[in-house]
């Protein structure tokens, strides 16, 4: 143990390691303004039904807006705002802000026609009390449905399970609210347990369908893995689709949906919008639209 206070003494001193150290606490310091300066906003990247090639929703990514650093992308901050805390009071202006704008293409769109918005969830916020309370309150002042909000959780956070987690699980199905397990394929996926979740659809992480294309024994494995989750009794989205070839593989899979750059990039919320009230295609994929 001693060896050990030593070694790690001495890597403290190491300049790049203080550099690092004193750079995560500035970051954190500024993180904490953020949201009260209005430096954080949101991009919408649109998700797409693989067999209609119509637009299904779009799912809320947050960005910062940083005064000297620019543009900051979340994972360069997400992780260090989930040690820290921040999370917390950043999920909760992500979750109201893209609830308003669900509130307001909704009036944009006919009644009978379903529109997903899906925000991330961080782990953290999952085993806060009050999140359920939250959720339900930005629902109803924003006036936001509760069958068109997804909440998308890793596998991770969905598994540690406590009884918090849980209990907020269980409300938010209660209430309506759609849930997702995010990423699937990258944390320890066990199969064991799929069937058993309180979720309602599964996002295929991009890694599973990269080499897809041209490996025919990563083709068949997709295909098994998507017949895993129907036999789960859920829906797959996969994310991260780059190739029309990509598209096209799934699509004759039988998937539901998808989502990636071959479709369209994250885009700001008056670019959808504008989709929403011109049909405008997406580029690259005719995406029909409703009207
Ligand atoms: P995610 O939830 O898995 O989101 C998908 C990420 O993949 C996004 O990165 C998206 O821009 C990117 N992406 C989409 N299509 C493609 C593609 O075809 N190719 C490639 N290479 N990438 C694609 P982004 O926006 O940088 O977000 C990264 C991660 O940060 C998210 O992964 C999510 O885990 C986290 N995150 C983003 N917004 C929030 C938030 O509001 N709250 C929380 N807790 N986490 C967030
Ligand atoms: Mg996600
Ligand atoms: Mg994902
Ligand atoms: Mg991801």
New binding site residues.
């Given amino acids: 143990a001693a060896k050990e206070d030593v070694h790690r003494r001495i890597k403290v001193f190491e300049p790049v390691m203080l550099y690092r150290r004193q750079l995560r606490r500035q970051t954190a310091r500024e993180l904490r303004q953020a949201v009260s300066n209005g430096e954080l906003f949101?991009?919408y990247?649109p998700v797409v039904e693989l067999q209609s090639g119509r637009l299904q929703g779009v799912?809320?990514?947050?960005?910062w807006n940083h005064p000297s650093r620019g543009l900051v992308?979340?994972?360069d901050f997400?992780p260090l705002a989930?040690e820290t805390g921040l999370?917390v009071g950043?999920?909760r202006w992500?979750l109201h802000t893209a609830l308003q704008q669900l509130a307001q293409w909704r009036r944009l769109l006919p009644a009978d026609r379903k529109f997903l918005l899906r925000?991330?969830?961080?782990a953290s916020?999952l085993q806060s009390m009050d999140l359920v309370d939250f959720v339900r309150g930005s629902l109803r002042k924003t006036g936001a449905e509760p069958g068109e909000l997804v909440l998308?959780i890793?596998e991770s956070a969905l598994l540690s399970g406590g009884d918090v987690e849980t209990y907020s699980l269980r409300s938010l199905q209660a209430l309506g609210v759609g849930l997702e397990i995010?990423?699937f394929g990258t944390g320890y996926s066990s199969i064991s347990y799929l069937h058993r979740l309180p979720v309602d659809t599964v996002?295929v992480?991009?890694s599973l369908i990269s080499d897809m294309a041209d490996d025919d024994g990563q083709l068949r494995f997709v295909a098994a893995v998507h017949n895993l989750i129907r036999a789960a009794g859920m829906d797959a989205v996969f994310?991260?689709?780059?190739t029309a070839k990509q598209a096209r593989q799934l699509q004759e899979m039988g998937c539901c949906c998808g989502?990636?750059?071959?479709f369209s990039?994250?885009l700001p919320a008056v670019q959808v919008t504008d989709l929403l009230r011109e049909g405008r295609t997406l580029p690259q994929a005719v995406v029909v639209l409703p009207g």
Avoid: C, F, S
């Fill in positions: 949101l991009e990247q799912e809320a990514l947050v960005r992308m979340p994972d997400i989930e999370i950043i999920g992500v925000v991330n969830l961080a916020e998308e890793t995010d990423d996002k992480d991009r994310e991260g689709i780059e989502q990636g750059y071959y990039r994250p």
